[in-house]
């Protein structure tokens, strides 16, 4: 069941992302503008040409719809409304700040764990080219944070093309060798905290990188299995600008491709929440309850009988 349900989530993401809710709508549009252009061979029922005409006028407005929605994930104020509100629930850590540490000098991160997020992964590469963006972002910063925090192991988990380029890409940065510990069985977030169970103890702090607009989705799910990490979030892309600026200018409502991708990521994220939501994958931790013993029933005790006394 759980083979099944993973498989339909990654089909079903085929189909449920901007660019092709879009081109769905539209195509359907016009197939139904087609249905009502079609010249039957024999003269129509009155029911017949009502349908073709009802059919013709929702296959314009699917058309226009379709448009109008490819066009607002295109445009920057869609595009980066939707980014910012995933980005601005957890500030980034000042890395770059030598005094970080102090901030955690009671009780100190004992682990870094780093995300994985895609791969070109291949041997005869640099490691600067085997990661995607995000993935090189995330690794970036963890090397970043282990310079602050020398004394922890740097885990990167996720499939092991990715967690081979990560482990690469960190040791070329200065992490050492034997502080890399690579966790290759995971293949979508959910599995990040199942597979790091023998790792990571619950009580352990550690800091969890991954991009911003990953990190809530992230940081529910490790909550969920009973962990408390410290969010590390990285790879922004409009915190914390769009609160501060004008994203109503007239230039930002030309289409760009940039931001029908930055719509996407968004839209990825938030049917990522949903889906894990429904799957009751996020949320407080369910506590174990102690089961009550139950009494084990002794011999029958023997009744008292009453004592008479005879005058």
């Known amino acids: 069941m759980e083979e099944f349900l993973f498989e339909f989530k990654k089909t079903a993401s085929i189909y449920l992302n901007p660019i092709t809710i879009g081109l769905e709508i539209i195509i359907i549009g016009l197939v139904m503008i087609g249905f009502s252009r079609r010249k039957p061979k024999k003269k129509p029922k009155r029911w017949w040409r009502k349908l073709k005409r009802v059919s013709g006028d929702l296959g314009i407005v699917g058309v226009v719809a379709g448009c109008l929605f490819l066009y607002l994930c295109c445009i920057s ?12 629930k957890h500030e980034p850590l000042d890395s770059e700040n030598p005094d970080l540490p ?8 004992r682990h870094i764990v780093v995300l994985a997020g895609g791969a070109r992964y291949h041997e005869r590469k640099q490691p600067s080219s085997q990661l995607g963006p995000s993935t090189t972002a995330r690794v970036l910063e963890g090397a970043q944070l282990h310079k602050l925090f020398p004394d922890t192991s740097f885990i990167v988990t996720g499939q092991p093309n990715e ?10 940065l200065g992490v050492p060798n034997d502080r890399i510990i690579q966790e290759s069985e995971s293949r979508d977030t959910k599995d990040h905290p199942r597979k790091l169970e023998t790792l990571i103890r619950e009580n352990d702090p550690f800091l969890l990188v991954t991009s911003a607009v990953h990190m809530p ?3 529910a799910l490790f909550q969920k299995h009973g962990y408390e990490p410290i969010p590390a979030p ?11 600026g004008n994203p109503y200018q007239s ?3 030309v289409p760009k491709i940039i931001n029908l991708y930055k719509t996407d990521l968004a839209f990825h994220e938030y049917m990522g ?6 799957r009751d994958q996020t949320g407080e931790p369910v506590a174990e309850t102690e089961e009550e013993p139950v009494p084990i ?15």
């Open 234 to 244: 990285c790879d922004f892309w409009v915190y914390p600008k769009f609160a501060a």
């Open 163 to 172: 967690t081979n380029g990560m482990a690469a890409l960190a040791l070329s």
């Open 77 to 88: 104020p869609i595009s980066d409304s939707l980014l910012y509100t995933l980005e601005n």
């Open 251 to 253: 230039q930002n409502f």
């Open 297 to 311: 029933p002794g011999p029958p005790k023997e009744e008292k009988k009453p004592t008479v006394i005879e005058l």
């Open 273 to 278: 929440i949903l889906w894990a939501k429904i």
């Open 217 to 219: 989705r992230s940081l």
């Open 102 to 109: 102090r901030k955690f000098r009671e009780n100190p991160p």
